[in-house]
């Protein structure tokens, strides 16, 4: 098993404050829009998203990485104690990964009209972002990393590698056993990632043998994997029909 390491971030003079929290439905523009831009619009005809159609990612395995704005700065008396934030560096994090701290942190109207903020959609932007899915790697549970993607404007800042130390730590405390992705080895290498117990693994597309690489977080727990990588999250059309089930009937009334 590969120990996690924790990458160091490059401090520069330029370098913006920026939170890493759960994903939530308002980032999901931005993620898209930042998701084009950082691997072009046929992105959606790439093989690793055959791993993700119509699936959902795995439960609090998605991550968003946001740059502070104006009512990041809104005094922080307006957060619960227990949703405080933890600071290293430049770098945030939350033991929740829902980050719900009042308004102090977020695109809240409400917030920003308490405090007299006029343009509240400045207050954060996304600048990165990262999801973790549910495979089998020919019969072994795992996860398949991706996309992770950073903007241009926040490169060479240390979101990408934060982001990964968070995603990975989040897998490894939630039970996951291994991490699979496609991607350079140079790069990935600094988390673990290897090609050592991937070689027998394939993908259902054309992809490069050496770029699919795998970390263990559990000692042994790729050990023999072979056959192909399918995808077993839950899916997206289930999870609407089972909450439109749940959803409370309109009472009839009368006129």
């Given at each position: ?37 950082a ?66 942190f ?5 917030g ?46 240390g ?34 990632f ?11 597309g ?16 790729l ?9 077993t ?23």
């Amino acid at each position: 098993m590969t120990k996690l390491r924790k990458t160091p971030v490059a401090l520069t003079p330029n370098a913006a404050p920026f939170a890493i929290r759960g994903e939530r439905g308002s980032d999901v523009a931005a993620r898209e829009a930042l998701l084009d831009l950082a691997f072009g619009a046929n992105r959606q005809t790439r093989t690793c998203q055959r791993l993700r159609d119509g699936r959902t990612p795995a439960a609090g395995l998605a991550f968003s990485a946001v740059r502070e704005g104006l009512l990041s700065r809104i005094r922080s008396s307006q957060c619960l104690p227990q949703d405080r934030e933890r600071t290293s560096n430049s770098i945030r994090t939350t033991a929740d990964s829902g980050f719900t701290c009042g308004d102090s942190f977020g695109n809240s109207p409400e917030g920003a009209r308490r405090e007299g903020v006029g343009n509240f959609r400045n207050a954060t932007r996304l600048v990165g972002t990262v999801r973790l899915w549910h495979v089998s790697a020919g019969g072994i549970p795992a996860l398949m990393l991706g996309p992770l993607a950073v903007g241009d404007t926040c490169r060479k800042l240390g979101v990408g590698a934060a982001l990964m130390d968070h995603a990975l730590a989040a897998a490894k405390a939630r039970g996951h056993r291994a991490v699979i992705l496609l991607g350079d080895a140079p790069y990935y290498a600094r988390f673990g990632f290897s090609a050592a117990k991937t070689g027998e693994l394939s993908l259902p597309g054309p992809f490069e043998p050496e770029r699919l690489l795998g970390l263990e977080l559990s000692e042994g727990a790729l050990d023999g994997a072979w056959g192909m990588i399918v995808p077993t999250g839950a899916s997206v059309l289930k999870i609407k029909a089972a909450r439109a089930r749940k959803a409370p009937h309109a009472v009839p009334q009368a006129a």
